[in-house]
């Protein structure tokens, strides 16, 4: 893929942190960006791994960083989690590893969360927990070691979460701890698996090859794109560095320094 088949691109799908701000920093290129795709005729849709924020938070956070959004606009991985085990488990009693909107989300979704009553658990869930406590900790890792034929979902692998000074243990990161200690390794929803890209394409109805994925991260934004058929842009405006993109045996389609180098090729 070159620069010049961004053209062909119908449906653009954005990472957040990283991609299009940093922390609480909107790039200078976002508006503009997302002007343009819509003033072309094409579509965006922002897709997270983030799962400590509800879609709520997120349309709050857009709007309050000067970006117009709605909770049509969003895909995240709290989402793809809930629609996963709904097709899996409906129903099913959750012990969550999870901020408060995770489980309000899960709740939502009909399910039962049980973190006040751990043994009636009949699947731990782990998100990207910004309210975590080493008991939720003991909690998982005593239910995963007694109870080895426990459902264990994640909602991504993502290892650490930019800031504006640096990084922060992601869901992968704590997911690492529980294997140390318990040797489980969870079922992972989120990027790289293909099902929240599936999702997009099917709420829009546009195909795979006017599809493309745009992130900050090979192993969850790019690797996604690869899994589902469809273009993986990788910019190097959040996690990946130069060496990082080298020593990956994943390529992405196109790289670039960030996602406002779509703007020219769209106009």
Known sequence: MTRSDLARIRLFLFDLDGTLYL????????????????????????LTNN???????????LVRLGISAEAADFLTSSQATAWYLTN?????????????SLREELAAAGFQIVNDEPDAAECVVMGYDTELTYQKLLDVSRLLTE??????VATNPDLVCPTEWGFVPDCGSVCGMIQTATGR????????????I?????????????????????????????????AGILVLSGETTPEILEASADKPSLVLSDAGEIIKQLT
């Open 147 to 152: 109870r080895p034929g426990l459902p264990y």
């Open 88 to 100: 899996t488990m409906p129903g099913a009693r959750l012990y969550v590893c999870g901020t408060a």
């Open 198 to 230: 599936r999702l997009a394409m099917e709420r829009t109805g546009i195909p795979p090859e006017q599809c493309a994925v745009v992130g900050d991260r090979i192993y969850t934004d790019v690797k996604s794109g690869l899994n589902a058929g469809i």
């Open 51 to 61: 799962s400590s924020k509800s879609v709520g938070d997120y349309v709050a956070k």
């Open 23 to 46: 922390g609480e920093r909107l790039f200078p290129f976002t508006p503009e960006l997302l002007r343009t795709i819509r003033e072309t005729g094409r579509r965006y849709l922002f």
């Open 185 to 196: 390794v969870p079922k992972v929803v989120g990027k790289p698996e293909p099902l929240m």
